[in-house]
């Protein structure tokens, strides 16, 4: 759909459409999501198998140390009982190790395999591996040394045996397939990173539905922003049924939609209003030198009469329709503190002089408000020039400012709900029933059978001032008997500012005492 304005056309890109290259905030929070947990996973991974690789070794050494501990030990029992030769020592050792699942056992003396113990899960006899026990032998010693058994590395502990009376020598060699063990945690290991991996997955898949259902609001934020035209702006984001940031996004969208809304309604109705109100004017005004006689003085000076009334007339009506304008935006009201007692006679001294009327005040509200004093006043004025208009001279005219309602409980920090009220009495011709519940529209006029006429927005500013203060206007009337107006406005209290302490004539400031 394309839109023309001003001679440009604008046309608005398609909900789904999606510019190159660019990524959506649902991708970015999804992959960061998942590069979040594969960093996490990848790091406990990491840490757990190393941590098992360094158990195993720590493990598998201290198993070897043990045999050979318990080769030491029986030696010197043998020792101490009865000499024995080097070789029923290494048969009474093998004869006593019960080798596990991955060890094997061999005493050698001078080189050749002599004794193992039975049930051996494999032997060392091969000469591969004998050659590399007497390579790794250290005469004296224990080594711990790598050995390549059937292609398979196992870590071993080389003993060299000696017995005091006997030249030959001894070894005694202990193993442990550690190579099949640490391939087990490898295979624990490649487990582990495939659940990861599904996990990732499903988190991936979950994620993205999740927050699809998520971001859906961002996504129509996205086709508003995209759709919305100065002649279209009643499109709303769905609002999601949670309470977190992007509900929150969505309702502060909509209300901003709903204050551009009513701005651009306010502004037609304004340029309406502006356009049929001053269309007549002009009318009258273009009509009467069309039909003035330049030959005839007093014709001409008629023509310049009315239009120097029209021309008033119009800019008493821009003025109005631009107050109107200012009444929807925030700085319209500007509150400062107000004294009640002075307000009325101030309101007095200014209405008095707007017709021979019989004015009179009543006021009985003290203390100081917070309140908008011009906006007020000039309600007020408007009020009384209503009622000078359809009032007859001489009548009498009540000004009345006072407080109503609840008055707060002494020694209790309850404000009361107590408002203002400043209303205007008159004794003129009253306002029919049925035009009670229009005065206040714009453009709205009783006829007061008087040849003073109005804009017909003088009501509607006074609707317009107590909507701004928070309150409200009422009125109550009788044709033939008259009328009253109302402005109830909420009471907002200046905070008493706290007083210095008493100072005595004699006694020094507090800084004073404390220095001498």
Do not use: C
């Amino acid at each position: 759909m394309t839109h023309e304005s001003g001679g440009t056309e604008h046309t608005p890109r398609s909900s789904s459409t999606v510019l190159p290259g660019r990524r959506t905030v649902r991708g970015r929070v999804l992959a960061m999501m998942l590069a979040f947990m594969l960093v996490g996973l990848a790091a406990a991974g990491a840490v757990t198998y190393t941590s098992q690789f360094e158990t195993l070794e720590d493990r598998v050494d201290l198993e070897l140390r043990q045999e050979i501990d318990e080769l030491t030990l029986l030696a010197q029992q043998s020792m101490d009982q009865s000499p024995a030769g080097l070789e029923e020592l290494l048969k009474s050792a093998t004869a006593a190790v019960v080798p596990g699942q991955y060890e094997s056992v061999l005493a050698l003396v001078d080189g050749a395999p002599r004794y193992q113990p039975e049930d051996l899960p494999y032997s060392l006899s091969d000469q591969a591996v004998l050659e590399q026990i007497r390579r790794h032998r250290v005469p004296g010693r224990t080594v711990f040394v790598g050995l390549t058994v059937d292609g398979e590395v196992h870590r071993a502990a080389v003993a060299s045996v000696s017995v005091g009376g006997d030249d030959r020598e001894g070894t005694f060699v202990v193993a442990n397939r550690i190579s099949v063990q640490r391939e087990e945690i490898w295979t624990s290991a490649g487990i582990f990173a495939a659940t990861s991996f599904g996990v990732l997955l499903l988190a991936a898949v979950a994620g993205y539905l999740v927050s699809g259902r998520l971001m859906r609001p961002l996504g129509e934020l996205r086709e508003a922003t995209e759709s919305i035209t100065p002649d279209d702006l009643e499109m709303r984001v769905t609002v999601p049924e949670t309470d977190d940031d992007v509900a929150a996004l969505a309702r502060t969208f909509n209300t901003m939609l709903d204050r551009i809304d009513d701005g651009f309604i306010e502004q037609r109705r304004f340029m309406s209003d502006v356009s049929h109100e001053l269309r007549t004017p002009l009318t009258i005004i273009r009509g009467t030198f069309e039909t003035t006689d330049a030959t005839d003085p007093d014709d001409v000076a008629e023509s310049r009469q009315i239009a120097l009334e029209e021309v008033e007339r119009m800019d008493k009506l821009v003025t109005d329709l631009s107050t109107l304008a200012k009444s929807r935006r925030p700085d319209f009201i500007r509150t400062a503190p107000v004294d009640l007692e002075q307000f009325g006679s101030r309101v007095l001294a200014r209405i008095e002089h707007l017709g021979t009327r019989d004015w009179m005040l009543e006021s009985d509200a003290r203390g100081t408000v917070l309140a908008d004093s011009d906006r007020l006043i000039q309600a007020v004025v408007q009020l009384a020039a209503n009622a000078v208009r359809f009032s007859a001279e001489g009548s009498r005219i009540r000004l009345r400012v006072t407080t109503i309602g609840r008055r707060p409980l002494p020694g209790t920090a309850d404000a009361g709900s107590r408002s203002i009220l400043i209303s205007l009495r008159d004794e003129g011709a009253g306002i029919p029933t049925d035009r009670l519940d229009t005065i206040f529209e714009r453009f709205v006029q009783v006829d007061s059978g008087s040849s003073v006429s109005g804009s017909g927005l003088g009501l509607s500013i006074v609707r317009a001032i107590a909507e701004g203060h928070g309150g409200r206007v009422h009125v109550d009337s009788q044709p033939g008997v008259g009328s009253d107006f109302s402005l109830i406005l909420p009471l907002l209290e200046v905070p008493p500012v706290p007083s210095s302490p008493p100072q005595f004539p004699n006694q020094p400031p507090p800084d004073a005492r404390r220095h001498a």
